[in-house]
């Protein structure tokens, strides 16, 4: 994680955590009086959208921890033909964004469990969640915040994958 007012690029392969290195690092940036914000999802086909809520969800704090659904929850969640990319891709494109300071698999269908273990500052979804954001009891019932962030029209990855399949172009 990068000093305030300092940049200092790290391997993405040092922003790969398990969840108890992720728990760490969180207690460690608490010690620090650090801001810490957490967003999740299944990034499949990473584009531009993610990228716009990636950035939106950093700039909300100190250091951008990312919960990734791994591979068995995108199935129960979005059917046998996802994810498109196999987790340990999905998670090393997400640890190379320069946003993002940590990335953690998680197999339940919710990040909740990962949210009350992370204990996160700030809680950013897209505001497609508007009517459901898992975990945000736990973060208002510690003072936390949720942020609900603007999508990028016209970028989702079913749709990309829909138009792909169909031989269209993957773009909006």
């Known amino acids: ?14 922003k790969l955590l398990s969840r108890t290195q992720a728990v760490e690092a969180r207690r ?3 010690r620090e009086g650090r801001t810490v914000v957490f967003t999740n999802g299944t990034f499949d086909l990473l584009h531009p959208g993610h990228l716009d809520i990636l950035e939106r969800a950093r700039r909300e704090g100190d250091a951008l921890f990312v ?6 929850s995108v199935r ?3 059917g046998p033909d996802r994810p498109i990319l196999p987790e340990a891709a999905r998670a090393r494109m997400l640890a190379a964004l320069e946003c993002v300071d940590a990335v953690v698999i998680f197999d339940e269908d919710e990040p909740r469990d990962l949210i ?3 204990e996160p500052d700030v809680l ?4 497609d969640w508007a009517r459901y ?5 736990i973060v ?11 999508l990028l029209p016209g970028w989702s990855t079913t749709s990309l994958v829909e138009r792909i399949r169909s031989g269209g172009r993957a773009s909006p």
């Open 1 to 14: 994680m990068s000093t305030a007012g300092q940049f200092r690029p790290r391997p993405a392969e040092t």
């Open 28 to 30: 460690h940036l608490a």
């Open 67 to 72: 919960g990734l659904n791994s591979d068995a």
């Open 76 to 78: 129960r969640y979005k």
């Open 116 to 118: 009350a273990a992370l």
């Open 124 to 127: 950013v979804k897209g505001a």
């Open 133 to 137: 954001v898992s975990g945000r009891d």
């Open 140 to 150: 208002e019932a510690r003072g936390g915040r949720v942020v609900l962030a603007d």
